[in-house]
Nanobody, 116 residues
Framework: QVQVVESGGGLVQPGGSLTLSCTAS????????MGWYRQAPGKQRELVAR???????NYADSAKGRFTISRDNAKNTLYLQMNSLKPEDTAVYYC??????????WGQGTQVTVSS
């Protein structure tokens, strides 16, 4: 198992930016896939962005062009740069690290609130 800790959430005005970080307790260089998910009140958790071990990325339609997922293997950290934030981006954001056994490691989540 890997301990996962997210940070960087907060309150931001519409149009603003935030960068979320997800730090793992051990190396992420050989993780099969790493991703960011979010869950808004009353809604199901949904994928926002994912990066594979190959470096390939995929994004939810709602995130394309505004969000960027990246990783720093040396720091065991996954990032989500979020720009042009909208009120509908308000949610708890979760980091997911899937290892090569396809075991999912989840963080506790970080709240992002977009409001004026």
């Amino acid at each position: 198992q890997v301990q996962v800790v997210e940070s960087g959430g907060g309150l931001v005005q519409p149009g603003g930016s935030l960068t979320l970080s997800c730090t793992a307790s051990r190396s992420i260089s050989k993780m099969y896939a790493m991703g960011w998910y979010r869950q808004a009140p009353g809604k199901q958790r949904e994928l926002v962005a994912r990066i594979m071990s190959s470096g390939n990325t995929n994004y939810a339609d709602s995130a394309k062009g505004r969000f960027t997922i990246s990783r720093d293997n040396a720091k065991n950290t996954l990032y989500l740069q979020m720009n042009s934030l909208k009120p509908e981006d308000t949610a708890v954001y979760y980091c997911n690290l899937m290892d090569n056994s396809f075991y999912n490691n989840w963080g506790q989540g970080t709240q992002v609130t977009v409001s004026s």
